[in-house]
């Protein structure tokens, strides 16, 4: 049997007008699926490029976490012919992409409108703290005030005690994903129709959406979620436990089997032979009995031990890893998820992989994150047939520009 193209969306090309993270995040989807995505970046470049503490080949650690496999170039669409050219981009490309505040690349003339009139079968994204409408559109965002105003922070920390973030952006993120999806699915509608769309990513709507069951308990009871801590609303054996080493286990025993597994591994017969524990409904209410018998056993063996002897009754566990141990872990290597990427320069760079997995298609390869600029004459050439003197031309009157070698940072 042949072999299929790992690059499913290699005959898409993504105009890439975002910034920062959850833009880019989206985009780099696209790219990890073989669409070919144009960074369009200010003179200064990204400003994730400079955001310390970690360097590398002179670029963030944070930029090239969240650009692999895509061209750069810089274009002053402040200008009449930055934009004209930015147009002619636009017209041969399947997908803009932006997250700029609502109606801020509208006041360069880069609006849905005047990008679908050069080419209506465009998928215009845009990606916003609150969205396209609504009494808070125009107000500024960043991840954490998405996740503080959407309800998520204030479930996150132990009971009791602060609010706190998530350890990962996610509001960011998953506006990223979303984004992605929506794209996809837009341009399989456009398959069939042979019509762009416009679609409006709001941060604050992700997040809302991701609420899901702590959302319907709400609205269902009216009782306002607290701080979630280690624990899980409705399920008591759903948590961390401290073990005697000081290291936390997870341990998800969901189920009636579960339930009673995880009592013999314990050696908590008695909680295991109660008729009033003998439900979800009954582990629900006799909750506080529970947890305060699995503390005291878990205090008895080390973290690794009460691994080891869960999963042999078939109970999932897992030990709270620290980033490192989390990414030393063979289970990841084995599925490929550390890159490493090698520039044309000899630097290596590793990265988190792509998730998304085909194993009938082949690996597909992956490329450097691109320097600023460096595909400025590339793109300038082979989209928009160009040439060499009308590029050197644009790049003397600052219209582009392009690479140049920058010391290491």
Same mark, same amino acid.
């Given at each position: 049997?042949?072999?299929?193209?790992?690059?499913?969306?290699?005959?898409?090309?993504?105009?890439?007008?975002?910034?920062?993270?959850?833009?880019?995040?989206?985009?780099?989807?696209?790219?990890?699926?073989?669409?070919?995505?144009?960074?369009?970046?200010?003179?200064?470049?990204?400003?994730?490029?400079? #955001?310390?503490?970690?360097?590398?080949?002179?670029?963030?650690?944070?930029?090239?976490?969240?650009?692999?496999?895509? /061209?750069?170039?810089?274009?002053?669409?402040?200008?009449?012919?930055?934009?004209?050219?930015?147009?002619?981009?636009?017209?041969?490309?399947?997908?803009?992409?932006?997250?700029?505040?609502?109606?801020?690349?509208?006041?360069?003339?880069?609006?849905?409108?005047?990008?679908?009139?050069?080419?209506?079968?465009?998928?215009?994204?845009?990606?916003?703290?609150?969205?396209?409408?609504?009494?808070?559109?125009?107000?500024?965002?960043?991840?954490?005030?998405?996740?503080?105003?959407?309800?998520?922070?204030?479930?996150?920390?132990?009971?009791?005690?602060?609010?706190?973030?998530?350890?990962?952006?996610?509001?960011?993120?998953?506006?990223?994903?979303?984004?992605?999806?929506?794209?996809?699915?837009? #341009?399989?509608?456009?398959?069939?129709?042979?019509?762009?769309?416009?679609?409006?990513?709001?941060?604050?709507?992700?997040?809302?959406?991701?609420?899901?069951?702590?959302?319907?308990?709400? #609205?269902?009871?009216?009782?306002?979620?607290?701080?979630?801590?280690?624990?899980?609303?409705?399920?008591?054996?759903?948590?961390?436990?401290?073990?005697?080493?000081?290291?936390?286990?997870?341990?998800?025993?969901?189920?009636?089997?579960?339930?009673?597994?995880?009592?013999?591994?314990?050696?908590?017969?008695?909680?295991?032979?109660?008729?009033?524990?003998?439900?979800?409904?009954?582990?629900?209410?006799?909750?506080?009995?529970?947890?305060?018998?699995?503390?005291?056993?878990?205090?008895?063996?080390?973290?690794?031990?009460?691994?080891?002897?869960?999963?042999?009754?078939?109970?999932?566990?897992?030990?709270?890893?620290?980033?490192?141990?989390?990414?030393?872990?063979?289970?990841?290597?084995?599925?490929?998820?550390?890159?490493?990427?090698?520039?044309?320069?000899?630097?290596?760079?590793?990265?988190?992989?792509?998730?998304? /997995?085909?194993?009938?298609?082949?690996?597909?390869?992956?490329?450097?994150?691109?320097?600023?600029?460096?595909?400025?004459?590339?793109?300038?050439?082979?989209?928009?047939?160009?040439?060499?003197?009308?590029?050197?031309?644009?790049?003397?009157?600052?219209?582009?520009?392009?690479?140049?070698?920058?010391?290491?940072?």
């Amino acid at each position: 049997m042949t072999e299929l193209d790992p690059n499913l969306l290699g005959h898409i090309r993504v105009l890439d007008l975002s910034l920062f993270l959850s833009g880019p995040y989206g985009s780099q989807i696209l790219a990890d699926m073989g669409a070919e995505v144009i960074k369009v970046e200010p003179s200064g470049g990204d400003m994730t490029r400079q #955001l310390p503490p970690n360097f590398i080949a002179g670029d963030s650690a944070y930029f090239h976490s969240i650009n692999r496999n895509k /061209k750069s170039i810089v274009i002053n669409y402040k200008t009449p012919e930055g934009l004209q050219l930015l147009k002619e981009l636009a017209a041969n490309c399947d997908v803009l992409l932006e997250n700029q505040k609502p109606g801020g690349l509208a006041e360069h003339g880069i609006s849905y409108e005047s990008i679908s009139a050069v080419n209506p079968g465009i998928i215009y994204c845009s990606i916003t703290g609150f969205g396209q409408d609504g009494p808070e559109h125009q107000r500024p965002a960043y991840d954490m005030v998405i996740q503080a105003l959407s309800g998520g922070m204030s479930m996150t920390g132990e009971p009791g005690g602060a609010a706190v973030r998530a350890g990962i952006p996610l509001a960011d993120l998953s506006a990223g994903l979303y984004a992605a999806t929506a794209i996809c699915a837009a #341009l399989e509608s456009r398959r069939q129709t042979g019509r762009g769309r416009f679609i409006d990513i709001s941060m604050l709507d992700c997040q809302i959406a991701m609420l899901s069951y702590q959302a319907a308990y709400c #609205l269902a009871s009216g009782t306002i979620p607290g701080r979630q801590g280690k624990g899980h609303e409705s399920i008591p054996t759903y948590r961390s436990f401290t073990a005697r080493d000081g290291r936390d286990v997870v341990v998800c025993a969901n189920t009636d089997r579960m339930w009673q597994s995880f009592c013999l591994a314990a050696g908590l017969n008695e909680l295991a032979a109660d008729p009033e524990l003998a439900t979800r409904k009954g582990r629900y209410y006799h909750r506080d009995r529970i947890i305060t018998a699995f503390d005291r056993a878990f205090l008895e063996k080390d973290a690794d031990d009460w691994v080891a002897s869960l999963l042999a009754e078939g109970v999932p566990v897992g030990t709270v890893n620290t980033v490192g141990e989390a990414l030393a872990n063979p289970q990841v290597a084995w599925r490929n998820m550390i890159l490493e990427l090698i520039d044309d320069e000899g630097n290596h760079l590793r990265v988190a992989g792509n998730p998304i /997995k085909l194993p009938q298609d082949g690996e597909r390869t992956h490329t450097f994150p691109p320097r600023l600029a460096q595909h400025t004459q590339e793109v300038l050439r082979d989209v928009l047939k160009l040439s060499p003197e009308k590029i050197s031309e644009l790049e003397t009157r600052e219209i582009v520009r392009g690479h140049r070698r920058e010391a290491p940072v």
